[in-house]
């Protein structure tokens, strides 16, 4: 089983990236999926999160109305639009399968964890 998260890079201050994590191994199409992000030294953060059809989502209020996140059940992927990136936002991303269907903002209800990607916004 396995959660692979790219789409990171360095990018300029209001600049956009868009994150992808596709899962391999085993379909996460029934479960919630999340997006958190760690600078080191500080503790993880929730970012966004949606639920396993779609319909409803969470986000942090530190990327309220500049993120989103979507998700392609057929191909188990789910995804984070970031705009207008601000460099409070450097971190590395991480995206994880909920245990559940529904919208969960508690990282220690996700099981299976990517690696990590790094996002970087810097003039």
């Known amino acids: 089983v396995q959660l692979q998260a790219s789409g990171g890079g360095l990018v300029q201050p209001g600049g956009s990236l868009r994150l992808s994590c596709a899962a391999s191994?085993?379909?996460?199409?029934?479960?919630?999926m999340g997006w958190f992000r760690q600078v080191p030294g500080k503790e993880r953060e929730t970012v966004a999160v949606?639920?396993?059809?779609?319909?409803?989502?969470y986000y942090a209020d530190s990327v309220k109305g500049r993120f989103t996140t979507s998700r392609d059940r057929a191909k188990n992927t789910v995804y984070l639009q970031m705009n207008s990136l601000k460099p409070e936002d450097t971190a590395v991303y991480y995206c994880?399968?909920?245990?559940?269907?529904?919208?969960?903002?508690?990282?220690?209800?996700?099981?299976?964890w990517g690696q990590g990607t790094q996002v970087t916004v810097s003039s």
């Open positions: 994880a399968a909920a245990n559940s269907r529904w919208v969960d903002q508690n990282p220690e209800n996700y099981s299976y």
């Open positions: 191994g085993r379909t996460f199409s029934s479960y919630a």
């Open positions: 949606i639920n396993w059809s779609g319909s409803s989502t």
